[in-house]
């Protein structure tokens, strides 16, 4: 019952109002949770070594976040179990920027799902303009807005990177042997 209202909640909010809440994102791709081997996803790096793999999501299940365009969702796999989620904004080769209105508006509705951020960091390094970090149990959520040259082009890209802490600590300590 609690997946089918779930679910109609995400097909409404996708259909309707044509935009999706931080919550919706992690009710659609819990991190942790093992890999299914599913047409939705479109594998495009893997490293056996590390044991990491990669894919694009292909689905069509998130389209915008506060009517902000999504350019893609990169999942990060390590021993099949999700670590992390990217959800990109920006797009160099149609030339959209992720402008200051629209990382405000992703911002707030991160802070209405989440609460306070646990930090924004005034960063040294240029390339990053805004950087906001928010831990809630055991999942960073972590909210960046940065320069990027393309081309002999600047643009201004944004991403939102959810990881689970205990997967990516696990991850880390195998890069490390």
Not at 17 to 26: R, V
Request: proline share 2%; net charge neutral; hydrophobic share 35%.
């Amino acid at each position: 019952m609690r997946k089918s209202i779930l679910f109609i909640t995400i097909l409404i909010s996708i259909n309707c109002f044509s935009q999706n809440k931080i919550t919706d994102i992690l009710n659609d791709f819990k991190p942790g949770s093992s890999y299914e081997n599913s047409q939705e996803l479109e594998e495009i790096f893997t490293n056996k070594k590390d044991g990491l793999k990669m894919y694009d999501y292909v689905g069509n299940k998130i389209l915008k976040i506060e009517n902000i365009d999504v350019n893609n969702i990169r999942l990060g796999y390590f021993e099949n179990k999700l670590m992390t989620v990217e959800i990109n904004f920006g797009d160099i080769l149609s030339k959209d920027s992720f402008e200051t209105s629209e990382f405000n508006k992703v911002k707030e509705s991160l802070t209405l799902s989440l609460g306070k951020s646990n930090y924004e960091k005034s960063n040294p390094n240029p390339q990053i303009i805004n950087e906001i970090d928010w831990t809630k149990l055991n999942i960073n959520i972590n909210l960046k807005r940065l320069n990027y040259k393309y081309e002999n082009s600047n643009y201004i890209l944004g991403y939102i990177l959810i990881t689970e802490n205990k997967i990516s600590e696990k991850f880390m300590a195998n890069l490390k042997r």
